[in-house]
């Protein structure tokens, strides 16, 4: 699914996901290859299996132009995780 937010309801989209959960940890993941939707939901799929994240918000956003300096990978992307993980911080 793909959610297109405008500078109106950007800062209530925001302020929404941010009372959803306790998120406690984020990150970004940069991979060799292009993230694809499907790998991505995979990979997210995976995590949550092992138990450890009780809830996980993710979405891919491609790099700008940064001339492939982490990969190379014709087109670099990266995955953003906000996680409500379990014995995390509060």
């Not at 109106?8 to 996901?17: H, R, V």
């Not at 990150?27 to 009780?54: F, N, W």
């Not at 790099?63 to 990969?71: F, V």
């Amino acid at each position: 699914m793909r959610l297109l937010t405008t500078s109106k309801n950007f800062e209530s989209y925001s302020n929404a996901l941010a009372m959803m959960y306790n998120w406690n940890y984020t990150t970004v993941v940069r991979t060799h290859y292009p993230m694809k939707p499907h790998i991505a939901d995979k990979k997210i799929e995976q995590l949550v299996m092992t138990g450890c994240v009780s809830n996980i918000f993710f979405t891919i956003e491609p790099d700008r132009d940064i001339k492939y300096a982490y990969t190379s990978a014709f087109s670099a992307n990266k995955l953003h995780l906000l996680m409500d993980v379990k014995g995390g911080y509060s």
